[in-house]
């Protein structure tokens, strides 16, 4: 995905967000390139929303400094606003009206939309076109939602949780329009509680937990990076499941094959692997509440 370098597309420092003394989001900092595709992962309740909705002007903060195409969201041009798209968590404001009515009344806001048939077929709801909204299935809505945030032909793309509730195939389908997106040079932030689709999607993650952020850095990073050790499995000549984590797996597999071919048998189950983004992802976020003092930030 191309990433290019410039002033970039946000920028966020030291953002605090309280909703009647309780303190959702703790100072978090983070900047998005122009043409990346970057993640928010978390737990529920960990900011994530309020973040993003800081970011769309949706929300007030309480302090802190943001920047969304070189504009502070709190202000909430126009001039923004016709440049980003967005996927609430939660929308369903067109309940009476046709999904391509929808579409087409979204699109007569924006100064250059999109073709309203090529969104409508991009989101998979040609065949949905003409029903109400409202009789859709929850992830045909969702799709809708997705429409509704490309019609605009923005720059600029907030997805919350675009995927939650979508089949196997129509994920795997707006997987494919985010990749084509992004391929456009556009910029996406999304949220998802889906790691496979974090890994599919971002060029970074940051892993955000009560209100601050613990781990930022490419999927990859974060597999190999902050969990440095290695996982061995196998079985044993009695056949009883044998695992140790090492950090260079070459002399364990060394000594467990040389010792398996002098036998004249083979290590059943060999298996070595590195920590996928999901354990890494359970380590981080399972570890004592970290309530009171700031925790460090892993960037790797
Ligand atoms: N409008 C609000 N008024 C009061 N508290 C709120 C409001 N919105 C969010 N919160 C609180 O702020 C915290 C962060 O919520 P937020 O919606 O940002 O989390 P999230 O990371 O998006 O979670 P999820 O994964 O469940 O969507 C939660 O404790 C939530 O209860
Ligand atoms: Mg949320």
Same mark, same amino acid.
């Given at each position: 995905?191309?990433?290019?370098?410039? #002033?970039?597309?946000?920028?966020?420092?030291?953002?605090? /967000? %309280?909703?009647?003394?309780?303190?959702?989001?703790?100072?978090?900092?983070?900047?998005?390139?122009?043409? *990346?595709?970057?993640?928010? &992962?978390?737990?529920?309740?960990?900011?994530?929303?309020?973040?993003?909705?800081?970011?769309?002007?949706?929300?007030?903060?309480?302090?802190?400094?943001?920047? $969304?195409?070189?504009?502070? +969201?709190?202000?909430? %041009?126009?001039?923004?606003?016709?440049?980003?798209?967005?996927?609430?968590?939660?929308?369903?404001?067109?309940?009476?009206?046709?999904?391509?009515?929808?579409?087409?009344?979204? =699109?007569?806001?924006?100064?250059?939309?999109?073709? $309203?048939?090529?969104?409508?077929?991009?989101?998979?709801? #040609?065949? /949905?076109?003409?029903?109400?909204?409202?009789?859709?299935?929850?992830?045909?809505?969702?799709?809708?939602?997705?429409?509704?945030?490309?019609?605009?032909?923005? *720059?600029?793309?907030?997805?919350?949780?675009?995927?939650?509730?979508?089949?196997? =195939?129509?994920?795997?389908?707006?997987?494919?329009?985010?990749?084509?997106?992004?391929?456009?040079? /556009?910029?996406?932030?999304?949220?998802?509680?889906?790691?496979?689709?974090?890994?599919?999607?971002?060029?970074?993650?940051?892993?955000? /937990?009560?209100?601050?952020?613990? =781990?930022?850095?490419?999927?990859?990073?974060?597999?190999?990076?902050?969990?440095?050790?290695?996982?061995?499995?196998?079985?044993? *000549?009695?056949?009883? +499941?044998?695992?140790?984590?090492?950090?260079?797996?070459?002399?364990?597999?060394?000594?467990?094959?040389?010792?398996?071919?002098?036998?004249?048998? %083979?290590?059943?189950? &060999? !298996?070595?692997?590195?920590?996928? &983004?999901?354990? $890494?992802?359970?380590?981080? !976020?399972?570890?004592?509440?970290?309530?009171?003092?700031?925790?460090?930030?892993?960037? $790797?």
């Amino acid at each position: 995905m191309a990433v290019s370098t410039g #002033q970039p597309a946000i920028e966020v420092s030291d953002l605090h /967000k %309280s909703y009647a003394g309780h303190e959702a989001v703790r100072g978090i900092d983070f900047t998005v390139s122009r043409g *990346e595709v970057f993640g928010l &992962l978390g737990p529920n309740g960990a900011g994530k929303t309020t973040t993003v909705e800081i970011l769309e002007g949706y929300r007030e903060r309480t302090s802190g400094t943001v920047s $969304v195409l070189g504009m502070d +969201p709190g202000e909430r %041009s126009r001039a923004l606003r016709e440049r980003v798209g967005i996927v609430l968590q939660s929308s369903g404001m067109y309940r009476f009206v046709t999904v391509r009515e929808a579409v087409a009344h979204w =699109a007569a806001m924006y100064p250059a939309p999109r073709d $309203v048939d090529e969104v409508v077929a991009l989101a998979g709801l #040609q065949e /949905k076109q003409d029903a109400y909204v409202r009789s859709l299935s929850g992830g045909q809505a969702r799709r809708l939602d997705f429409a509704l945030a490309l019609i605009g032909d923005p *720059e600029l793309i907030f997805l919350d949780e675009p995927t939650t509730g979508f089949d196997p =195939a129509a994920r795997r389908q707006a997987w494919d329009t985010v990749r084509s997106l992004a391929d456009l040079g /556009k910029t996406i932030l999304l949220t998802t509680h889906y790691l496979d689709e974090a890994q599919a999607l971002a060029d970074r993650v940051a892993i955000i /937990k009560t209100g601050r952020i613990l =781990a930022i850095g490419t999927p990859a990073e974060l597999g190999v990076g902050s969990a440095t050790r290695v996982r061995v499995s196998w079985r044993d *000549e009695n056949g009883t +499941p044998q695992e140790r984590e090492v950090e260079d797996p070459t002399r364990l597999v060394h000594e467990l094959t040389s010792a398996a071919i002098a036998r004249g048998t %083979s290590v059943a189950e &060999l !298996t070595v692997t590195r920590p996928s &983004l999901e354990d $890494v992802y359970l380590e981080l !976020t399972s570890a004592g509440d970290t309530d009171g003092e700031p925790a460090g930030v892993a960037r $790797v």
